[in-house]
């Protein structure tokens, strides 16, 4: 395609927070289509991910960066059609997925060329839109940071989440011992069957003892966890020796307390990170990252995303109600054009 089979319009329709609080806070929106600053795609959205940190920004939780858009939205399936920059890989007209500055929820987005990949041979747009924010938030925490190894064991909190569906897919083809929890036994099932050796119900069991259990009290080697507050010290309860836990939310709270002697005694290490804030080079090395080594994963069909549910653009406040609700297994997209 050339640049000529693209009319791009003045205006775009978007969803934008009217003002912080609940779900019925997201109204459509007329806006101004995006300019290009240096090395950046305009891609014309085919889908976009809802992930709960829209939820957060939406609910004036989530602080978004000056240099980002206000628009909410933090990865697209879509087809790039202007280019601002020289010596860019990618050509008008090519198929994309993209990690987004924000600004997902609307007709176009613009994004740093960086953070564009490729659509996965055999996947769906749809599934293409699940791929950015997840599996970069999952590869750069539990493999670069938390360097889960292969024949490691790991345990995942919130096994059904959309964090969850993907970061039990991947730790397995990576060749590690996966555990999940998750919040009744339907959820719990669904994390076995994606590869989990063992989901444990959290309402129903303590995590901690029924990991140590089925260890041998050794524990496990990394800790994949959502929770934090309460959880931390649970988590080192069943943590092993030089065993690394990898806190990327605080859906718990940010507070509690840990036995440091504990700590250094089994030379444990807590670490984590949120993706938003990072320099666009750190991201742009998350993605080729990702890219080379989990990318065959994807082209093979080993490794998909799971979608709960899709939505239009304009039912946006019940996607983030779906989201909220905490039923689903894997993911929740929005149908943008």
Same mark, same amino acid.
């Not at 041979?121 to 539990?142: D, G, H, K, R």
């Not at 309860?237 to 250094?264: H, P, T, W, Y």
């Not at 609700?325 to 149908?335: D, L, R, T, W």
């Given at each position: 395609?050339?640049?000529?089979?693209?009319?791009?319009?003045?205006?775009?329709?978007?969803?934008?927070?009217?003002?912080?609080?609940?779900?019925?806070?997201?109204?459509?929106?007329?806006?101004?289509?995006?300019?290009?600053?240096?090395?950046?795609?305009?891609?014309?959205?085919?889908?976009?991910?809802?992930?709960?940190?829209?939820?957060?920004?939406?609910?004036?939780?989530?602080?978004?960066?000056?240099?980002?858009?206000?628009?909410?939205?933090?990865?697209?399936?879509?087809?790039?059609?202007?280019?601002?920059?020289?010596?860019?890989?990618?050509?008008?007209?090519?198929?994309?997925?993209?990690?987004?500055?924000?600004?997902?929820?609307?007709?176009?987005?613009?994004?740093?060329?960086?953070?564009?990949?490729?659509?996965?041979?055999?996947?769906?747009?749809?599934?293409?839109?699940?791929?950015?924010?997840?599996?970069?938030?999952?590869?750069?925490?539990?493999?670069? #940071?938390?360097?889960?190894?292969?024949?490691?064991?790991?345990?995942?909190?919130?096994?059904?989440?959309?964090?969850?569906?993907?970061?039990?897919?991947?730790?397995?083809?990576?060749?590690?011992?996966?555990?999940?929890?998750?919040?009744?036994?339907? +959820?719990?099932?669904?994390?076995?069957?994606?590869?989990?050796?063992?989901?444990?119900?959290?309402?129903?069991?303590?995590?901690?003892?029924?990991?140590?259990?089925?260890?041998?009290?050794?524990?496990?080697?990394?800790?994949?966890?959502?929770?934090?507050?309460?959880?931390?010290?649970?988590?080192?309860?069943?943590?092993?020796?030089?065993?690394?836990?990898?806190?990327?939310?605080?859906?718990?709270?940010?507070?509690?307390?840990?036995?440091?002697?504990?700590?250094?005694?089994? #030379?444990?290490?807590?670490?984590?990170?949120?993706?938003?804030?990072?320099?666009?080079?750190? +991201?742009?090395?998350?993605?080729?990252?990702?890219? +080379?080594?989990?990318?065959?994963?994807?082209?093979?069909?080993?490794?998909?995303?799971?979608?709960?549910?899709?939505?239009?653009?304009?039912?946006?406040?019940?996607?983030?109600?779906?989201?909220?609700?905490?039923?689903?297994?894997?993911?929740?997209?929005?149908?943008?054009?």
């Amino acid at each position: 395609m050339t640049k000529e089979n693209f009319i791009i319009p003045e205006t775009m329709q978007a969803v934008e927070i009217s003002k912080y609080g609940g779900p019925e806070n997201l109204k459509i929106c007329s806006r101004l289509t995006p300019k290009l600053l240096n090395n950046q795609v305009l891609i014309k959205v085919s889908y976009a991910g809802v992930n709960r940190p829209d939820l957060l920004q939406r609910q004036g939780n989530y602080k978004v960066p000056e240099t980002a858009s206000d628009l909410p939205g933090l990865e697209v399936s879509g087809i790039i059609t202007a280019i601002n920059g020289s010596n860019i890989k990618f050509n008008i007209g090519d198929k994309v997925c993209a990690l987004c500055h924000g600004g997902g929820y609307a007709e176009y987005v613009a994004v740093d060329v960086g953070h564009c990949m490729p659509i996965p041979q055999n996947y769906s747009m749809q599934e293409a839109a699940c791929i950015p924010e997840t599996f970069i938030t999952v590869w750069s925490n539990l493999f670069m #940071r938390g360097n889960l190894s292969k024949n490691e064991k790991v345990l995942i909190h919130g096994g059904t989440s959309g964090i969850g569906t993907t970061a039990i897919q991947l730790a397995k083809q990576y060749g590690a011992k996966v555990y999940a929890t998750a919040g009744n036994e339907k +959820k719990c099932e669904a994390a076995e069957n994606l590869g989990a050796i063992k989901c444990i119900n959290y309402n129903t069991t303590q995590f901690e003892d029924e990991i140590n259990k089925i260890t041998n009290n050794e524990g496990v080697d990394v800790i994949l966890d959502m929770v934090a507050g309460s959880y931390v010290p649970r988590n080192l309860k069943c943590l092993s020796f030089d065993g690394r836990l990898v806190i990327i939310a605080v859906q718990g709270g940010i507070k509690d307390e840990i036995n440091f002697a504990n700590l250094m005694i089994k #030379r444990q290490t807590i670490t984590g990170s949120t993706l938003r804030p990072q320099s666009t080079d750190a +991201k742009a090395n998350y993605v080729d990252n990702l890219i +080379k080594n989990a990318w065959q994963w994807l082209e093979t069909g080993k490794i998909k995303p799971i979608i709960e549910n899709e939505f239009k653009l304009s039912e946006a406040v019940d996607a983030h109600k779906a989201l909220e609700k905490g039923e689903h297994v894997g993911k929740y997209i929005m149908k943008v054009s």
